[in-house]
């Protein structure tokens, strides 16, 4: 649908067209949902997401299922069913969640919330259509097909995770709209049954499936499964609008609600051409002549509609891309994050059972319990005065769960970027980081990484347990600038304080050569600078985080060394640090 | 049951398939690790193996499927307490499927309840470790694997048995599998350990090309739309592949690997400074492995050349920084070794 004209100033000055987007979205839903995962709904809760979601279950003709995405693992996935086990006196397994959801269309709420542990779970369920429970002594498969409406109601920094994100097919951005944008509607719950029935049998051309992959591939989308759902979606919508076969218009919308959103980059330019399939293989090159004519001019039909296409994109959009790419880059990696640290603020990872009291508060493990009581039940029966069929647990039976919480550390490396660090010691200071990294890797501890230069430090990497995230951070840690101490010691505080309420233990290594010239305010003065530098270590010290700071001038400075004195950190001089000494501070470290 | 889409209709990820076939025909290189982007195809040319695996003998009843042809030390207690009267069934070569959230009696097993309720007997019931004896365990986002089922699962894949010790039972088994994993690396690092248990390891790419991502949405879409007709589609060059790998199989012992091709891996693995012999044993073997399948009667470089990458790359001297770049010196050491 393109948009008139004087409507295509802003985003938000055109929800008209944006509700139409939603009215195809909640049809393709109803229509195939299924097939293309789901939906991510991203806004707040309100009265547009409420009568949307009331829209998309009158067409569809079912209510949704709704699942909190804390649900627990063993709801999700079923387990044994203790009252009916009990009854039948044979293991009974109940249904999870994923597999009470067969043929309906679940409502994942707050999915930006959904913990690391659980997303294995809900991928391959979707992948898979299938969910295979192996759990209290019993496995089980069973057959389950549904959609998810993903509600992403994420701030700032959380955003449902990416693997999710890639198997659900459509995405739309409700937050522009208000109540009083909501259309018409435009499809009938008649219009969606002839779509289902009409769908399988509309086809999409061989110019049609190049152009998604090329589409795709201009957008920066990598994913097959992006180019899959989009190449189902164009038929969904063909259907939907009553047409035999797909065509461009489908496409376009295709595009908007399946590719767009998950644009990494700015399409290049048509004008320039960008090699369409890289260099094909040599091998190829002797019959190329023969195809050659009729190659182009296909390529050149793919390219009028790829044009079409993106020219019917609103160019605040395509401008408002670039900021939302990096913005999602940004959401992915801090998504990691809230996954890790959710693991170790749990209650620990169950570490089987043992005899216990549940008077004390402890959780009962109930299957443990009936098998630690199973075998004794025929005697029991036999001493028992009465002749009821029940199982007889007594309390010496009793298995209560056991918990182990690891208290993970965090190891906070602040990188002084400076130009004055950068020009003497860059390349020797990320060799030894590179080196503490790894020991943090066989100690299982997590990084985080703060860069700080110019007038800012930069939390370039949340803790994360990935080391291949942290090299990356690492290597492509920008130098130059001023050295802003304060600002850097004031966010390794902070950053502590926040790994600390997550229940883990931080210690930082601060990597600098110590010559402070940005004070707090961002000005640059070399006496400013050093005395913001110490108050902001004074607080530091404080709070009693244990930390080293690596001296990286090539003369061991007073300043390096004051500064650690007012952290009341080790302080190691590089030329002395040699890579066996730096390992065994950080091991006395994490020792602590 | 869900039809799996077939193996020979996946487009690209040659490395992949190559592999995968190695260890169908050699279980004892040791399984198959596969670290990739998302959408790369990983746990569906997995899945996909199932279908091509030739079937086996196994003892009539066993909870094991032993092997009728082992020697009594290899099978479990009952089959070598009645060797005399087995009987002999072919099955197909299980594929187990770990799935994520698996409790630790389930992988293991456990006691069975409902024997113990009803008769008061303390009876195993066998866990997927059990079902997977002789086959292959796969296990999808094997990185997001809870820690105490990889602490039960790494000595189980070293040694061969599982011991059971748990709520009064007191049992081992055999329990030799072919460990094949998949994950994405950016949701979570493997535990060393783990990825010391895996014989060959790749690395997969979405591939770049238009015209290949094209093949791949059209070939997925069809299948979708309708497996049965498209499987159909495929069922030939299916047998094809399924008859290569089992004539591969049943000719590995007989093919010859020449003390050249010994010599070059012993060279490689020195060059590389990797720990120990594993990974030279599992370069002969996989070199022989693509040999049988190649239908050679003789190991020859170009084998050792096509499968050292997988073998050596996760096996440099532990210098998890290096990570990257441990295909680039692997390859370096090849063509060094190669020249």
């Known amino acids: 649908m393109p948009e008139s004209n004087e409507q295509s100033a802003t985003p938000s000055s055109k929800p008209a067209s944006l509700w139409q987007d939603l009215e195809y979205a909640a049809a393709i839903l109803a229509v195939g949902g299924h097939d293309i995962g789901g939906i991510r709904l991203i806004g707040q809760p309100g009265p547009v997401r409420d009568y949307w979601l009331e829209r998309f279950e009158d067409l569809s003709g079912k209510p949704c299922r709704r699942v909190p995405s804390n649900t627990a693992a063993d709801r999700l996935l079923g387990g044994l069913d203790i009252p009916e086990t009990i009854k039948a006196g044979a293991p009974v397994l109940s249904k999870g969640v994923l597999a009470e959801c067969h043929d309906r269309t679940v409502l994942l709420t707050m999915a930006e919330r959904l913990p690391q542990e659980h997303l294995g779970i809900w991928c391959t369920t979707l992948d898979q259509k299938r969910v295979t429970t192996a759990r209290d002594g019993i496995t089980q498969r069973s057959d389950t097909h549904f959609a998810v409406i993903a509600l992403d109601e994420g701030i700032d920094d959380e955003a449902t995770p990416a693997a999710l994100n890639d198997r659900l097919g459509l995405t739309i951005d409700i937050s522009p709209l208000s109540i009083r944008d909501v259309g018409d509607s435009e499809f009938t719950s008649r219009d969606i049954n002839t779509a289902i029935a009409q769908a399988p049998n509309i086809p999409l051309t061989d110019r049609q499936y190049e152009a998604i992959a090329l589409l795709a591939d201009r957008l920066g989308i990598n994913s097959p499964r992006k180019m899959l759902q989009a190449a189902r979606v164009a038929k969904f919508i063909a259907a939907l609008d009553g047409k035999q076969c797909a065509d461009d218009e489908s496409i376009q919308t295709v595009l908007r609600l399946v590719l767009l959103p998950h644009a990494t980059q700015l399409p290049q330019s048509i004008e320039e051409p960008q090699e369409a399939p890289p260099e094909p293989p040599e091998a190829d090159e002797q019959e190329r002549p023969d195809t050659e004519q009729h190659a182009d001019q296909h390529e050149d039909e793919t390219e009028t509609l790829i044009e079409s296409s993106m020219a019917n994109l609103p160019a605040d959009l395509l401008a408002a891309l670039v900021v939302r790419a990096q913005k999602s880059r940004q959401r992915q990696t801090r998504a990691g994050k809230a996954g890790a640290v959710i693991q170790h603020k749990q209650r620990g990872r169950p570490v089987g059972s043992r005899r216990g009291d549940v008077r004390r508060g402890e959780r009962i493990d109930i299957a443990a319990t009936l098998r630690t009581a199973a075998p004794f039940q025929r005697i029991r029966s036999l001493h028992a005065n009465d002749d009821k069929e029940i199982v007889r647990i007594e309390s010496d039976d009793v298995r209560v769960k056991r918990f182990q919480h690891r208290k993970s550390s965090v190891m906070i490396f602040g990188v002084d970027a400076s130009g004055s660090s950068a020009h003497q010691r860059m390349s020797e200071a990320k060799g030894a980081i590179e080196l503490l990294l790894a020991d943090c890797y066989t100690h299982r501890t997590e990084v985080a990484l703060i860069a700080f230069k110019g007038d800012r430090a930069e939390l370039l990497l949340p803790p994360t347990r990935s080391l291949v995230r942290a090299k990356r951070a690492l290597s492509q840690l920008p130098g130059g600038g001023g050295t802003p101490m304060a600002a850097a010691i004031e966010s390794i505080e902070l950053l502590s304080l926040s790994i600390e309420n997550s229940g883990a233990t931080p210690s930082y290594i601060l990597v600098t050569d110590g010559a402070a010239n940005v004070s707090r305010d961002g000005t640059k003065s070399r006496s400013a600078g050093s005395e913001d530098a110490l108050t902001a270590a004074k607080s530091l010290a404080r709070r009693s985080i244990e930390g080293i700071l690596v001296d990286t001038a090539v003369r061991p400075s007073p300043r390096a060394r004051d500064l650690a004195s007012a952290l009341e950190s080790v302080y190691l001089p590089l030329p002395n640090a040699s890579a066996h000494s730096l390992n065994s501070s950080i091991r006395v470290l994490q020792g602590q | ?339």
């Open chain 2, 1 to 339: 049951m869900t039809v799996a889409y077939p193996f020979t209709a996946i487009v690209g990820q040659d490395d992949m398939k190559l592999a995968l076939s190695i260890a169908a025909v050699d279980p004892g290189i040791g399984g198959v690790l596969v670290f990739g982007e998302r959408g790369t195809g990983k746990s569906t040319t997995i899945r996909a193996l199932a279908n091509l695996l030739p079937k086996i003998e196994a003892v009539k009843g066993c909870a094991y499927h032993c092997d009728p042809a082992s020697t009594a030390k290899q099978l479990c207690s009952s089959c070598a307490s009645s060797k005399a009267e087995q009987k002999i069934i072919k099955l197909p070569i299980p594929v187990v499927d770990l799935p994520l959230g698996a409790t630790e009696d389930r992988v293991l097993g456990s006691l069975d309840i409902e024997k113990a309720i009803h008769n008061g007997e303390k009876a195993f019931q066998p866990g997927l470790l059990a079902a997977a004896n002789r086959g292959f365990l796969y296990i999808d986002e094997v990185n997001l694997l809870e820690d105490h089922i990889v602490d039960a699962l790494l000595d189980v894949a070293a040694s061969g048995v599982n011991v059971v010790e748990r709520e009064g039972l007191s049992v081992r088994h055999p329990a030799r599998f072919v460990l094949v994993g998949s994950g994405n690396p950016e949701e979570g690092e493997l535990r060393p350990q783990l990825l010391d248990r895996f014989g060959l390891s790749l690395d997969v790419r979405t591939p770049k090309d238009i015209p290949t991502r094209v093949e791949i949405i059209k070939l997925r879409d069809a299948f979708d739309q309708n497996p049965d007709s498209f499987t159909k589609r495929f069922a030939r060059k299916e047998g094809a592949l399924r008859r290569k790998i089992d004539c591969a199989r049943d000719a590995l012992e007989s093919v010859e690997v020449p003390g050249v091709v010994l010599e070059k891996s012993a060279q490689l693995c020195l060059s590389l400074g990797t720990d120990g012999l594993r990974g030279e044993l599992t370069l002969i073997r996989s070199a022989r492995a693509l040999a049988a399948l190649q239908g050679a009667s003789e190991a020859n470089l170009d084998h050792l050349r096509q499968v050292a990458l997988f073998v050596l790359r996760h096996r440099l001297r532990r210098d998890p920084m290096d990570e990257s770049s441990a295909d680039a010196r692997v390859e370096r050491a090849i063509s060094d070794a190669f020249e």
